[in-house]
């Protein structure tokens, strides 16, 4: 293990980067193995980044940290609303609270498909998982004494569908969706005021939880972002052809963090926040591009961002005074 002197001269004799002795405090702060090396490159280990001072590695550090700053309200904001929508949806489908008669009555996604087919099996599978999985998490919660869970396992009730909520984590929540019938998802649709037109099945609503997972799970954990390296589902051509549509934005790519603050900001206006909140969001993000433009070069700054990204917010802004 390097000291930081020792990782000073590191960075300087083997990474030809140049670092002030006064910068040990920030080497510190940053931290060797979990900083610089995770801003080192970007989207990949193989796409790597010829700094030439230690300031600009900061600048990177300092963008992706507004990113996190600007980005976390605004992703567990939509994740507490989806879940409200979603338990709407189920409600007025099973007709109770009770996880037991949801799975039964509203959970049967399954049975779309011929009884035996591939499909069949592989959702009836993910039902099961899930069953699982929540019981886990509701052991786990009842373990560390969780208020809302220990209120109701230790007076031997059923824990309602809203208490199961809030100990799921965000994919689970995506699983419980995507288990769903069509009518919980067209329900779900109509409430957030997705077109009917691109969203005949309901789908959408998942696509956007699933994108907006790995977002928000990348924030929670303070992992990277800047370069949209978090992402680990295969993004739905349907969402984008639906962000396409509604905002009028055309290079919409989830390469890039510019995508996902395109589809942050349309849900936003989805769930009624105003316009005057999303245009401080874009205002933050563009204030924040345009200082790390000034703080390093060019062609790292458009590996980054991507060359559209100007455009793509001028015509986000151009949505918002539509919406």
Not at 59 to 66: G, P
Not at 163 to 180: K, N, P, Q, V, Y
Request: hydrophobic residues 35%; aromatic residues 12%; positive net charge.
């Amino acid at each position: 293990m390097l000291t930081i002197r020792q990782m000073m001269r590191y960075l300087r004799n083997n990474h030809n980067m140049s670092i002030k002795s006064n910068q040990a405090h920030a080497l510190r702060n940053l931290g060797y193995y979990h900083g610089y090396k995770g801003y080192r490159f970007i989207r990949t280990p193989q796409n790597r980044i010829s700094f030439r001072t230690f300031d600009e590695l900061l600048a990177i550090n300092n963008f992706d940290m507004h990113l996190k700053s600007l980005l976390y309200s605004k992703v567990m904001f939509i994740e507490t609303a989806l879940k409200s929508y979603v338990i709407e949806a189920v409600l007025a489908d099973s007709k109770s609270e009770n996880i037991n008669d949801i799975f039964n009555r509203s959970l049967t996604y399954y049975k779309t498909f011929g009884a035996g087919s591939h499909e069949y099996k592989r959702f009836f599978t993910k039902r099961m998982t899930l069953r699982g999985s929540i019981n886990n998490t509701l052991k786990r919660d009842y373990g560390q004494h969780n208020q809302i869970v220990n209120h109701f396992f230790n007076q031997d009730r059923e824990i309602p569908i809203w208490a199961i909520f809030e100990s799921m984590t965000l994919g689970d929540f995506g699983t419980f969706f995507w288990c769903c019938n069509k009518s919980v998802k067209l329900y779900t649709s109509k409430l957030l005021g997705l077109p009917s037109n691109l969203d005949a099945d309901g789908e959408l609503t998942k696509d956007i939880i699933f994108t907006i997972k790995d977002l928000r799970n990348a924030i929670a954990h303070n992992n990277v972002i800047f370069d949209a390296r978090f992402r680990t589902n295969k993004i739905s051509p349907r969402l984008v052809s639906l962000l396409q549509k509604e905002t009028s934005v055309q290079q919409i790519v989830f390469q890039y963090i510019d995508a996902y603050i395109i589809l942050i900001i349309y849900v936003l206006r989805k769930m009624q926040v105003t316009k005057t909140e999303c245009k401080q969001l874009i205002s933050g993000y563009n204030n924040s591009k345009e200082l790390l433009r000034q703080q390093i070069s060019t062609p790292i700054w458009n590996q980054i961002l991507g060359s559209g990204t100007r455009q793509n917010m001028e015509s986000l802004k151009a949505f918002l005074t539509r919406s």
